[in-house]
């Protein structure tokens, strides 16, 4: 507090909660002040302190808040009437909440009446699954239909979700393990295993969990009708595969 139009041939005096024989009383707090003014003659004025509250600063959530990766978070300021909101000093924004997608450290200051509050929050980020599937990546057909059994190698804790295009799933479309029926040969199927973990982060197909397999039909080994036996003193008999396929590789073995 200080006095208004000082005159240095006159004596100031402070009375209430602080006083001081000054023209000037720091660190004012709440109550009536009492400004005397003596030259000789006396005048008095007088001035009441009050204190403002602070407002609340208060970000909505848990104290630790986990953003997976690739997405956003929304971070909310709680509600206070006639008050105004920054983030980080403003350089995300004078808003009520505030669109994240970066890990960090977070401060919302609130203001109102002049008086400033603020409430921090820390965002840590969680890394996107990567399952990867197991399982061949050529289907052989031996008969009308072929079952093969995949399995992922994500997390144990995480849950799954399996498609097939132009193929069947039998069972555990949700879990770790999942068996596939093809029923045709001649194209190239596509599996894919979408990983959700216990934080909700998702996998993205794009990157991970996508394996492609080829349905073939199961070659002919069929030996060609000739000699089966030879006469002693001769180097054997020579031995043809029928239907002889250019795509196919054949072994003797014997």
Do not use: R
């Not at 978070?73 to 009437?81: D, Q, R, S, Y």
């Not at 909101?85 to 609130?110: C, H, K, M, P, R």
């Not at 030879?230 to 031995?239: A, K, P, S, T």
């Amino acid at each position: 507090l200080t006095a208004d139009q000082i005159d240095p041939t006159v004596s100031y005096m402070w009375s209430g909660p602080l006083s001081s024989n000054n023209s000037t009383l720091a660190n004012a707090t709440v109550g009536t002040y009492t400004l005397t003014a003596n030259n000789g003659c006396v005048d008095e004025a007088t001035i009441e302190i009050t204190e403002k509250p602070l407002p609340s600063a208060v970000i909505k959530g848990t104290d630790d808040i986990n953003l997976c990766e690739g997405t956003s978070v929304t971070l909310e300021a709680e509600t206070v009437n006639g008050a105004t909101y920054s983030w980080n000093g403003s350089s995300f924004g004078d808003y009520q909440t505030l669109e994240i997608s970066n890990a960090g450290d977070y401060t919302l200051s609130v203001e109102l009446d002049g008086c400033v509050s603020e409430d921090h929050k820390t965002v840590f980020q969680l890394d996107k699954p990567t399952p990867v599937i197991v399982g061949a990546n050529k289907a052989c057909m031996s008969s009308s239909t072929g079952i093969y059994l995949y399995t992922v190698n994500g997390a144990t804790s995480s849950t799954y979700e399996w498609s097939v295009g132009n193929a069947q799933i039998l069972s555990g479309e949700f879990d770790k393990e999942m068996e596939v029926e093809f029923s045709s040969v001649g194209y190239v199927a596509t599996i894919e295993v979408v990983e959700t973990t216990e934080d909700g982060c998702v996998s993205d197909v794009l990157e991970s969990g996508i394996l492609s397999v080829e349905v073939i039909a199961v070659p002919l080994a069929i030996i060609s009708d000739g000699e089966t036996s030879y006469c002693e003193n001769v180097n054997g008999v020579n031995l043809t595969a029928d239907q002889i396929d250019p795509t196919v590789c054949y072994m003797w073995s014997g």
